[in-house]
């Protein structure tokens, strides 16, 4: 009797636009991790380029924190008011332009503020691009976010790879990310009818925009200090992998560079089977059992000071952080009363701070102790996820059993 209140030519059309809405916002994340990717790879290039030592390149990227704080503060103030395409749109394009401008700059002023923009126009592109795969999660009924956030993580190595081939080349670094960006910004322009818009999905109400202060509801707050825990460890495995085995174990820096490709491969990898892992054990299940992987392949890395150790235990890591964070953001679409933009705007103000926090406390508690002491903060930060997650209620669907369907009555005929 359900699949009777729709059509089948109009159930058909449904489905043919929340494929391309998924395709769509695929892009955007695919977009963020390709050109992050690119400019990661050939970083030693750029900064060669101005002269600029370790010191002076670490201390640069203070640019890039002051543009995502003001992209913050203004999503903050911009989400509900504007659309959410819209915000994705511009993000997406000040990604493409200001990356391979950066990557020109001929002095230091010009790549700070290459760096400046790149910051601000990544944070602008992130948290519309969460709440667009919010949405289209909602409409498909079942968990989808592992998948978003894997594109970004095959983007990363796509770039990546590309970067290795253009120094192969002999290409310059403006010019290998002007070529990609040209590539992706007719893709974005080909695709952008197809951006899902959350303003007409409060899950739940049918109200008016929340003022700012009423969006930090205690659920919303708790999800946000998860997400916060979550790119707390992410940031420190992706920060620390390298440094640990290549200095702290004294394996090399060869050594430091496979056991971080090993943390990503695990995290890439698990972000494609994550959505159907999570449709089995549900979403606060997941982030537990990942939480204990987490835990576990920290342990296992800094058990022994052997390389073998450190390799297999990052990659065990990667594949622990790799369902959390994307999980966390899947909770957001099931809060009543709140739409994915309002929701994933809290999560991602509380979750920006751990980027900052984990390589410099980490690296604070090193100088007093070590390495090897300072990163069994993760293993304390993995406890306090899987704490704290079993106080996050379900309040649109049963987020704690097997795949369910969240739609109307009417859609639950459909399939993906």
């Known amino acids: 009797m359900a699949q009777e209140a729709i059509p089948a030519h109009r159930d058909g059309a449904f489905r043919s636009a929340d494929a391309r809405a998924r395709l769509a916002v695929l892009l955007l ?20 380029g101005v002269g600029l030592g370790d010191t002076g390149w670490g201390l640069s990227y203070f640019a890039a924190t002051a543009g995502e704080l003001v992209a913050l503060a203004a999503i903050t103030l911009l989400i509900g008011r504007t659309r959410t395409p819209r915000l994705s749109l511009v993000g997406a394009v000040l990604v493409l332009l200001s990356a391979p401008l950066a990557a020109s700059a001929p002095t230091l002023p010009a790549l700070l503020i290459g760096i400046l923009v790149y910051g601000f126009a990544a944070t602008l592109l992130s948290t519309p691009a969460n709440v667009q795969a919010v949405e289209v999660e909602r409409r498909y009924g079942r968990p989808l976010m592992s998948t978003f956030h894997g594109s970004f993580s095959i983007g990363m190595l796509a770039g990546g790879g590309l970067g290795v081939v253009a120094v ?8 290998q990310l002007a070529v990609s960006s040209v590539l992706l910004c007719f893709l974005l322009v080909m695709s952008y009818r197809w951006h899902p818009d959350d303003s007409s999905s409060r899950s739940g109400s049918s109200g008016p925009r929340r003022r700012l202060r009423d969006r930090f509801t205690p659920r919303l707050v708790l999800l946000a200090a998860l997400a916060f825990l979550a790119s707390f460890s992410e940031g420190a495995g992706a920060y620390w992998s390298a440094i640990y085995t290549a200095d702290t174990i004294g394996a090399g820096a060869a050594m430091g560079a496979i056991a971080y490709t090993s943390m990503s491969a ?4 698990t972000r494609l089977v994550g959505d159907q892992v999570a449709a089995r054990l549900g979403r606060r ?12 392949g920290i342990a296992l890395a800094l058990s022994v000071a052997h390389p073998a150790a450190a390799i297999a235990g990052f990659a065990v890591f990667g594949i622990g952080v790799a369902c959390t964070l994307p999980t966390i953001f899947g909770l957001v679409g099931e809060q009543r009363g709140v739409s994915a933009g309002e929701g994933v705007s809290v999560v991602a103000l509380g979750q920006w701070p751990a980027f900052l926090a984990a390589p410099a406390l980490i690296g604070a508690l090193a100088g007093v102790v070590d390495l090897r002491a300072a990163l069994l903060l993760v293993i304390v930060s993995a ?3 899987i704490m704290l997650v079993g106080r996050v209620r379900p309040t649109r669907t049963d987020g704690d059993g097997p795949a369910h369907q969240s739609k109307p009555p009417a859609a639950q005929g459909e399939k993906a």
Do not use: K, N, Y
């Open 383 to 385: 406890v306090a996820v």
């Open 266 to 269: 695990g995290l890439a990898a």
């Open 285 to 296: 299940r997941l982030i537990q059992v990942s939480s204990v992987v987490t835990a576990a």
């Open 29 to 48: 994340f695919f977009i963020e991790g390709v050109t992050l990717g690119s400019w990661t790879s050939r970083a030693p290039d750029v900064r060669h």
């Open 168 to 175: 192969a080349l002999g290409v310059r670094p403006g010019v």
